[in-house]
């Protein structure tokens, strides 16, 4: 089995300081949770930046200064820049950090209802989404939050109206709303891929480490952080990003599972940096 690359999603767009204090909004605070995960064991971050108040925003002159300032404190991480942002913005706001040419992002693979919201991801924004990142050479982070979204993206991809093969799906289980946490459901997601592709599991609040324990035995892949999950174990907020993360090196080593470097990462997941 491959190495065990962790995801820390740092800080999201929906989240505050209000649920939890070590939530990041500065460039600072964002750095200082990058860091965190990453001197805990993250090979890859996903990145959502804020304005100094806790706004998400999806500027590119934000995450230009964010993705930069993460880089000196972390030089080999694997960043992923969100292009979900947050409910209701619109495509072309969504899409400015590809413009930065990451080499990963992320390019989610259907509308859905998002607690008592909608995220819209309709077949012509993920068309757009995917000739752009075909168009700048960026590897799509699939997040399927449903079933439906799988079938979805791998149709396209069959149609060369997505980046192909070798794809890394991400399945978020457990939003309210979406595809449940639970084991049957990522087995279900697994067992539907191309062959040759990589995968990460994330459950979403009290089903982060209940959804990594599955992913690890199955030789996938596994996402923590604030963006998904407030709390190191149940009532107890978690200090830090690097907290989340720790908790998943442990769960891998009680379970037999070494955890990638970047560089490991990078290989796996079929990056040509
Ligand atoms: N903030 C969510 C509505 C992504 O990063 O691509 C969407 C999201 C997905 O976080
Ligand atoms: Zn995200």
Redesign the pocket.
């Known amino acids: 089995m491959e190495k065990l690359i962790i995801t820390a999603a740092i800080c999201?767009?929906?989240v505050m300081k209000e649920q939890n204090p070590a939530v990041p909004y500065t460039v600072e605070e964002i750095v200082r949770e990058a860091k965190s995960a990453y001197d805990a064991g993250a090979a890859v971050v996903?990145v959502?930046v804020r304005e100094d108040d806790g706004t998400p925003t999806q500027s590119r002159e934000r995450f230009k200064v964010c993705l930069d300032a993460i880089r000196k404190e972390c030089p080999d991480v694997i960043l992923i820049p969100?292009?979900?942002?947050?409910?209701g913005m619109t495509a072309e706001e969504r899409l400015q950090p590809t413009e930065l040419y990451p080499e990963m992002a992320?390019?989610?693979c259907g509308t859905c209802n998002?607690g008592d919201e909608v995220?819209e991801n309709t077949m012509p924004m993920m068309r757009a989404f995917g000739k752009r990142m075909i168009e700048n050479n960026i590897k799509p982070e699939y997040?399927c939050f449903e079933m439906g979204h799988l079938d979805t993206i791998v149709r396209m991809a069959a149609k060369g109206e997505v980046p192909g093969a070798p794809m890394q799906f991400n399945f978020v289980l457990g939003v309210p709303g979406c595809t449940p946490a639970t084991v049957e459901n990522l087995v279900w997601m697994v067992k539907n891929i191309p062959a040759g592709s990589t995968w990460t599991a994330t459950g979403i609040g009290r089903n982060a480490f209940t959804l990594a324990a599955p992913a690890i035995v199955m030789g996938g892949h596994v996402r923590v952080g604030f963006?998904d999950n407030l709390y190191i174990s149940k009532g107890v907020l978690a200090k830090s990003n690097g907290e989340l993360v720790e908790k998943v090196v442990r769960l891998a080593k009680e379970l037999g599972r070494e955890i990638a470097t970047p560089e490991e990462a990078r290989r796996i997941l079929g990056l040509k940096k």
Not at 82 to 87: D, E, K
């Open positions: 999201g767009a929906e996903h959502h969100s292009t979900g942002g947050a409910v992320t390019l989610d998002f995220f997040e963006e």
